[in-house]
């Protein structure tokens, strides 16, 4: 424990690449502890999730914070007293700046839903789906300046049967996403990425 790898996870909405994340810590016994939840929503339910854990949370207000720089740096300066080592982006629906990029140079690992560098951006499952494609799937990559751009740490694909509905299609992607992150981080700390 006292060696374990301290990250910090990102999130907007349900929490459930969180959840994934926690159990499979929790199952394998990675050598990490999460340490803060960071939300842009005083409503996400990854709030839950983490109140359940007893993991601290922070909760960002970019409105009243006035630029994505200060919210970042109000981040930063929690995720330093945390002894954060690294960032896992899950569902964080917003652009990460080189403020924060800097403070974490190569540690901010990002999941999309797509088969990057196809389908980048905030709807990648329905962008897939609407354009007809048979196989998209899931990204997990390093964070960049730019929007779903990072270098890609690995990929799994998911076809799109002749009956598949975009909620079924969703429903298959998140299922893959909940295997494939905790898998990608359980290497990451393997080769030591954060330390």
Do not use: W
């Given at each position: 424990?006292?060696?374990?790898?301290?990250?910090?996870?990102?999130?907007?909405?349900?929490g459930t690449n969180f959840a994934a994340i926690l159990d499979a810590i929790q199952a394998q016994g990675l050598s990490c502890q999460i340490?803060?939840?960071?939300?842009?929503?005083?409503?996400?339910?990854?709030?839950?999730?983490?109140?359940?854990?007893?993991?601290?949370?922070?909760?960002?207000?970019?409105?009243?914070?006035?630029?994505?720089?200060?919210?970042?740096?109000?981040?930063?300066?929690?995720?330093?007293?945390?002894?954060?080592?690294?960032?896992?982006?899950?569902?964080?629906?917003?652009?990460?700046?080189?403020?924060?990029?800097?403070?974490?140079?190569?540690?901010?690992?990002?999941?999309?839903?797509?088969?990057?560098?196809?389908?980048?951006?905030?709807?990648?499952?329905?962008?897939?789906?609407?354009?007809?494609?048979?196989?998209?799937?899931?990204?997990?990559?390093?964070?960049?300046?730019?929007?779903?751009?990072?270098?890609?740490?690995?990929?799994?694909?998911?076809?799109?049967?002749?009956?598949?509905?975009?909620?079924?299609?969703?429903?298959?992607?998140?299922?893959?996403e909940h295997h494939l992150y905790p898998t990608v981080l359980a290497q990451l700390l393997k080769e030591e990425v954060f330390n």
């Amino acid at each position: 424990m006292a060696n374990d790898v301290r990250l910090a996870v990102f999130a907007s909405g349900h929490g459930t690449n969180f959840a994934a994340i926690l159990d499979a810590i929790q199952a394998q016994g990675l050598s990490c502890q999460i340490v803060r939840l960071v939300v842009d929503k005083a409503n996400a339910g990854a709030l839950a999730i983490a109140n359940a854990h007893h993991i601290p949370t922070l909760v960002v207000n970019y409105k009243a914070a006035g630029s994505r720089q200060a919210v970042e740096q109000q981040i930063i300066d929690q995720l330093t007293a945390d002894g954060a080592q690294g960032i896992l982006l899950a569902g964080y629906m917003r652009i990460i700046t080189p403020t924060l990029l800097q403070a974490f140079p190569q540690k901010v690992i990002n999941i999309h839903p797509a088969l990057l560098p196809s389908f980048p951006g905030t709807h990648g499952i329905e962008d897939a789906f609407h354009y007809g494609v048979k196989i998209t799937g899931v990204t997990v990559h390093f964070v960049d300046e730019g929007t779903d751009t990072g270098q890609i740490i690995d990929q799994q694909a998911v076809h799109i049967a002749d009956d598949d509905t975009l909620e079924s299609l969703e429903a298959k992607i998140h299922d893959v996403e909940h295997h494939l992150y905790p898998t990608v981080l359980a290497q990451l700390l393997k080769e030591e990425v954060f330390n």
